[in-house]
């Protein structure tokens, strides 16, 4: 969507349009959901964050300047409900999460992220994934799951763009050396 067409799309929503907003639930409720069950690995938790999201858009469209895309816009804010929920919901084991998360989206039909869980090499990265430190899976995730730029995600983190390549960097090498002991172990 061109930055005119967005532009247009949230003078309609403040003006009242319905169909305004549909179309940016229909353009961005995926991508949102997605990012969401990634990082917090619970299909019921990623639905009410995504909620939270898009009722947080709707309370603080007043506030979009338009200096990044709805979509960043949006990725920042669902990060920001996910960091919120992490923190009142930490005590909860990841591992559970990861498989009731995984289930659900293979349960709504063929997508490419169960088409790539299919694979083997895959599953050893998502397992890999899993071992990181929150902090390195959510910008690997931002980043390569979810297509973000470097330039998108500073607006999402709020971090200078070194900070964020940095630790793309480092999130990247510790993946490296978990996948190391990942093939280790099935050899």
């Known amino acids: 969507m061109s930055r ?60 979009f300047k338009g200096t990044s895309s709805l979509g960043t816009w949006l990725h920042r ?13 930490h005590h909860r084991a990841a591992r559970e999460r990861s498989a009731e998360a995984l289930e659900h989206i293979r349960s709504h039909g063929p997508s490419q992220f169960e ?3 299919a694979d083997e090499r895959s599953r050893g990265l998502h397992e890999a994934m899993d071992i990181l430190a929150p902090d390195d899976r959510h910008v690997l995730v931002l980043h390569y ?7 998108e995600m500073v607006k999402v983190l709020e971090e200078p763009v070194g900070t964020v390549k940095w630790r793309t960097s480092q999130a990247l090498a510790r993946l490296r050396e978990a996948l190391k002991g990942w093939s280790d172990d099935d050899a």
């Not at 069950?37 to 469209?61: K, N, S």
């Not at 804010?77 to 919901?89: C, G, S, W």
């Open 115 to 117: 088409a790539a869980v």
């Open 4 to 63: 005119w067409s967005e532009k247009l799309l949230v003078r309609r929503i403040r003006a009242g349009d319905r169909e305004a907003c549909a179309q940016l639930v229909l353009l961005h409720h995926a991508p949102v959901y997605q990012l969401l069950a990634r990082l917090c690995h619970d299909a019921h938790l990623a639905e009410d964050l995504t909620q939270e999201t898009f009722a947080a858009a709707w309370a603080g469209l007043d506030g």
């Open 77 to 89: 804010i669902a990060y920001r409900k996910y960091v919120d929920a992490h923190r009142r919901d």
């Open 145 to 151: 799951l979810q297509g973000l730029s470097f330039r």
